[in-house]
């Protein structure tokens, strides 16, 4: 299965960014894979305090917007949310100590052990310093 992270999504929603087009059909590729497509519980909450943030480039997104986009990509496009399972939080914090990941980063890392723990097999993300772990393809899509 294929997940996507959050930029794609947020490029995807805006389309005011220069990368909206190469994301939304970098998505659609995704979602008609055949393979599955997902987003980890994080993603949501990622891309929302992006989008709906007021200080947001231009407007920010309405929560009907946000709502809508995300609610349209599981209906459309059968976009899975995957959700960390029990003891997540240990298995999170041992594997940012063994991959010494600091700051900012453990975001990734923890969507990138959501992802991988819900079968997920690569994540698709615009960002090149994106932490990963053993086992999760990172691919950039939009690096065309």
């Known amino acids: 299965m294929i997940a996507l992270d959050t930029n794609l999504l947020i490029y995807a929603h805006r389309a005011a960014t220069p990368e909206h087009g190469a994301a939304q059909r970098a998505i659609e590729e995704a979602c008609g894979s055949g393979e599955g497509c997902g987003i980890a519980a994080a993603t949501v909450s990622e891309f929302w305090s992006v989008v709906t943030h007021p200080a947001a480039t231009g407007r920010p997104s309405t929560v009907e917007e946000a709502a809508g986009f995300l609610a349209g990509l599981v209906a459309d496009g059968g976009l899975r949310v995957w959700t960390p399972g029990i003891g997540f939080g240990e298995r999170l914090w041992q594997l940012a100590a063994d991959l010494k990941v600091t700051g900012v980063r453990i975001f990734d890392l923890q969507i990138a052990l959501t992802v991988f723990e819900s ?14 772990l053993p086992g999760l393809r990172v691919r950039d899509p939009l690096a065309r």
């Open 119 to 132: 079968g997920g097999r690569e994540i698709w993300t615009h960002d090149a310093a994106f932490v990963s």
